[in-house]
């Protein structure tokens, strides 16, 4: 438990200001503690009270002038000052010849030699932080605990460790069948817990003298010989010694007492059946209702007793306990505070809990098509039009497709285009030129070569190129966007961040395959519409995948559907069982990591799992220690599935950090590819999921402003923080003002108009 941390307060309580109160005022000060200076011995009761602080300083160098026992005797008759600490300061020459009992019995907690040095003074307000004050604060806080305890659907007894029955529980009485206080005092071994009680309490002690748990039956007394199920925990004090023990139940009565009925009807049943040639059949009748009767019952208390179950369980999810905590905290908070707690409880039972809720953006129709767009399943299926991929068989490689038998085949003009594909500057337009619209084995052969991807895979160049072969082959040249150049441009983005400095420290080489190929396959068929088209359009696919991540899912699917159907491009055959699994898993999770949905769930997740902690770390790293907490920290799995999903994701909407001419040619292709959607949504009387990408009236820049405002700036902010990317923010912001420039000039095209000779 973490015991308060806030600011204590100090009441000084001297009739005049002499060195000894300026003592302690300044040692107050030193220590952070907020302190209250008050001279009149009629005021110190209603200042208490109304600030009851945590320790209270009173004079006791001159009774004549004030009281110091009467008045702490009139603090310690408040309620409130149960849990604080009352110093009374005393003359040297009383240090000696009188006893501090007079002191006790007055309510002081210990005296203070009176010692007006600033160090003297400080000391002593550290003693009593560190000693007392937090003795105190633990007692406050078993108040609470024992409150709990009252309320505990649970039984709970505790036992010193002389057995003796301290403390159990309203649920433990009911349980065991006792009256209120009845447990209390008594000697374990004094209550009846088992037919065979002194070999059951034998193995108990042998069991938790060992320091170990011990798990059994007890039996109630009520009667009923009802079993419960118990656990004793030992719980080790000073010196390391069994201090107390503590015996948990969890309550399955109902359960039990069924048993005991069905058991019962079970006799009666056999009995009527060897005296029934005795019985006629009117009184047959008879007994057959009264069996009726019984196995009903039978029925209704299994029906309690699994319900009784039911509520008992102990769900050990986090966000279960934050549920519970907040629950009890509203059985005592005013109405006001129990409503905002009811609000509370609602958002905490969402299933989203990263994920924003957006309100209505009149004045932005840009950003709510966009948000609506691309962050909806789009749920709305209409039957009666289905909308069929172009593509229901995968492709397969042409015989004609001339392909780089390796890297050094490639053809000048295409080696020339991937020179600088290290740098983020790199023309990915130029390749696709080079190229005839396949750069993405070419660029694949090169980065997957740079990162000993064919090493770790233990495949060859052979094979790894005819699986970038037939991954291009199943994208769709005919996108304006979704095609292998925005494969390969997402697969140059992923390798730039994999070479980053804190990536590299941080991710291990599975990592890095892992990006690589997810990155390459990740868009693959993409049939250039999105989710919400698809679902309502009623497609295959939306079917197959029940409207859930459709596209996201079908891509990671089929490109591993491509890659182990045949031999000859199965790049995965050579690795172990294990390291396959762990390395398909992670593309799959990249791939999904792709889909628009979870947007904010993913940024929010990484800046609260790693963006918070590591600022946190990084503020004292001097040490070797701090750098390898840091280290530690980021290296967790659950860390570097945030990191790589963040990685893709990046990468995946980079074209706003590109330079200029590229972002300009990107966000052509895009609005491209949604006005053709729009077109068909209205051609085919199907909902319109975008109304503002409508080519005759969009207006390009404002649509790129919108989705660098809601979804690029802060996703790249939090991205730069952890990576370091100087460069593409700076990019981000010229292009922002140029789409800004264009909107104001109230310009609907990429391009400005061409200036006149």
């Not at 105190?136 to 108040?143: G, N, S, V, Y």
């Not at 193995?203 to 109630?220: D, F, H, L, V």
Request: hydrophobic share 35%.
């Amino acid at each position: 438990m973490k015991f308060q941390t806030d600011q204590l307060q100090v009441l000084l309580v001297f009739t005049k200001e002499d060195n000894q109160c300026n003592g302690f005022c300044r040692a107050c000060e030193k220590a952070g503690f907020k302190c209250t200076v008050t001279k009149e011995a009629q005021a110190v009761l209603a200042c208490f009270l109304a600030k009851q602080h945590d320790i209270i300083i009173i004079d006791h160098r001159s009774p004549r002038q004030l009281d110091a026992e009467a008045l702490c005797r009139s603090i310690r008759s408040s309620k409130f000052s149960e849990n604080t600490v009352i110093i009374g300061v005393v003359r040297r020459a009383d240090r000696e010849d009188s006893s501090v009992m007079a002191l006790i019995a007055a309510g002081f907690t210990r005296r203070y030699v009176e010692n007006p040095s600033l160090m003297a003074c400080y000391n002593e307000l550290l003693q009593l932080e560190y000693g007392e004050v937090r003795s105190q604060l633990k007692l406050r806080a078993c108040d609470s605990i024992f409150t709990a305890l009252e309320k505990s659907q649970e039984a709970v007894e505790i036992i010193s460790e002389d057995h003796i029955i301290q403390y159990a529980n309203p649920a433990f009485e009911t349980t065991m069948g006792y009256a209120s206080g009845e447990l209390i005092g008594k000697k374990f071994a004094e209550v009846p817990i088992n037919e065979k009680k002194a070999d059951l309490l034998d193995t108990i002690n042998s069991c938790i003298r060992m320091g170990k748990e011990w798990q059994g039956i007890y039996y109630a007394q009520n009667g009923d010989n009802v079993q419960q199920n118990v656990k004793i925990i030992p719980v080790t004090g000073q010196g390391g010694k069994i201090r107390h023990y503590v015996s948990i139940i969890r309550v399955c009565s109902g359960n039990n007492k069924a048993e005991k009925i069905t058991e019962c009807v079970q006799s009666d049943t056999h009995t009527d059946n060897q005296l029934g040639k005795h019985k006629d059949k009117r009184k047959s009748s008879l007994d057959i209702r009264a069996g009726g009767a019984r196995a009903s019952e039978v029925t209704s208390q299994r029906r309690h007793s699994s319900m009784a179950r039911i509520h008992s369980m102990t769900i050990e999810a986090p966000i279960t306990k934050v549920i519970s905590i907040i629950n009890a905290a509203q059985e005592n908070s005013p109405t006001p505070v129990t409503e905002a707690l009811d609000r509370v409880l609602e958002i905490l039972r969402a299933t989203e809990l990263y994920s924003p809720q957006f309100g209505a953006k009149d004045d932005d129709p840009h950003a709510s098509d966009l948000v609506g767009g691309l962050m909806s399943d789009g749920l709305r299926r209409l039957s009666g039009n289905e909308y069929v991929l172009s593509t229901k068989n995968p492709q397969q490689v042409p015989s004609s497709l001339i392909a780089p038998i390796c890297l050094h085949d490639v053809p000048p003009r295409v080696a020339r285009a991937m020179e600088n594909e290290e740098y983020w500057d790199f023309n990915i337009f130029e390749l696709e030129a080079a190229t005839q619209k396949r750069p993405l084995i070419y660029l694949g052969l090169k980065i997957f070569a740079r990162f000993g991807i064919c090493e770790f895979l233990n495949c060859s160049e052979t094979t790894l190129r005819s699986w970038l072969q037939i991954i291009e082959a199943n994208y769709h040249s005919s996108n304006p966007y979704h095609n292998s150049t925005h494969a390969a441009d997402v697969l140059h983005a992923t390798a730039y961040f994999l070479c980053r400095e804190r990536i590299k420290q941080t991710l291990d080489p599975l990592d890095e395959a892992a990006a690589l190929i997810a990155a390459t396959i990740h868009d693959v068929d993409h049939p250039g519409r999105t989710n919400s088209f698809l679902c309502n359009a009623g497609s295959e696919l939306a079917i197959l995948y029940n409207d859930i991540a459709v596209l996201e899912s079908h891509h990671a699917a089929l490109a591993f559907q491509l890659t182990t159907r045949e031999g000859q491009c199965n790049i995965f055959k050579n690795m172990e069982r294990n390291d396959y699994r762990a390395l398909r898993q992670a593309v799959i999770d990249m791939v999904l990591a792709t889909e628009m949905t979870k947007h904010f769930e993913h940024v929010n997740k990484f800046v609260n799992s790693v963006t918070k902690p590591l600022a946190a770390l990084e503020e004292n790293k001097e040490t070797d220690e701090e750098q390898e907490a840091i280290h530690t920290m980021l290296r967790t799995p659950e860390n570097r599935t945030l990191i790589k999903r963040m990685l893709i994701k990046c990468a995946d909407v980079s074209n706003p950090c590109r330079p200029l001419e590229q972002c300009i040619e990107w966000a052509a292709r895009i609005s491209e590819e949604y006005f053709s959607q729009t077109d068909e949504e209205k051609r085919r009387d199907l909902p319109v999921v975008m109304p503002v990408f409508d080519r005759n009236t969009c207006s390009i820049p404002r649509s790129q402003i919108s989705f660098i405002d809601y979804f690029i700036t802060g996703m790249f902010d939090v991205w730069d923080a952890f990576v370091d990317l100087p460069e593409l923010l700076q990019h981000l912001d010229s292009n922002f003002k140029y789409w800004k420039d264009l909107d104001e000039r109230q310009l609907r095209s990429p391009w400005p108009p061409a200036e006149s000779e």
